[in-house]
T-cell receptor, first 109, second 116 residues
């Protein structure tokens, strides 16, 4: 069974700083999703990474996938308050999708 | 497009009652997914459909849960009988049909279920 671990689970950072959220998974996952969820809201798909070495960027967020290391990262550049949310990664193995516990990000002025 | 539509948005019921959650996917999307989110268990994929056909229901927690998709624009998730541990937010999502788990999933607003 695929297990997905995120760290950190809580992240408080100042505006303008950079940071990385890590998503490790236990067995083969050739696809990796990143989602954002605001408090009390639904999920918004950020990135779908489909192959080893895939890198995608949208604004201040950049996601990458290393299938050999079983690791995906979500890098935040020059954080702004609007990025405050919970970020989830999810892996897929044999069409079974598993989510990480989420990283609650707070960006402070 | 209005996005994925779910109803009701909130449901409060008593243990033992039947609960039906509804979902209308985005028009033209071939895949439909049902998820559950709780504090204890996090996000879980319950079941998904392709072209109205259930493909994998291994995430459905118990026989009390059932899901149908009678046509391309409507799906239901039913819990009968409901129990307090079923209290959660249930999300429906849809995606294009290029390939399973290869496309962006669009989530509905969710149904917040409370079973007393």
């Amino acid at each position: 069974e695929l297990k997905v671990e995120q760290n950190p689970l809580f992240l408080s950072m100042q505006e303008g700083k950079n940071y990385t959220i890590y998503c490790n998974y236990s067995t083969t996952s050739d696809r990796l999703y990143w989602y954002r969820q605001d408090p009390g809201k639904s999920l918004e798909s950020l990135f779908v990474l489909l192959s080893n070495g895939a890198v995608k960027q949208e604004g201040r967020l950049m996601a990458s996938l290393d299938t050999k290391a079983r690791l995906s990262t979500l890098h935040i550049t020059a954080a702004v308050h609007d990025l405050s949310a919970t970020y989830f990664c999810a892996g897929v193995n044999n069409n079974d999708m598993r989510f990480g516990a989420g990283t609650r990000l707070t960006v402070k002025p | 497009d209005a996005g994925v539509i779910q109803s009701p948005r909130h449901e409060v019921t008593e243990m033992g009652q039947e609960v039906t959650l509804r979902c209308k996917p985005i028009s033209g999307h071939d895949y439909l997914f049902w998820y559950r989110q709780t504090m204890m268990r996090g996000l879980e994929l319950l079941i998904y459909f392709n072209n109205n056909v259930p493909i994998d229901d291994s995430g459905m927690p118990e026989d009390r849960f059932s899901a149908k998709m009678p046509n391309a624009s409507f799906s239901t998730l039913k819990i009968q009988p409901s129990e307090p541990r079923d209290s959660a937010v249930y999300f429906c999502a849809s995606s294009l049909g290029v390939g399973l788990f290869q496309e962006t999933q669009y989530f509905g607003p969710g149904t917040r279920l409370l079973v007393l």
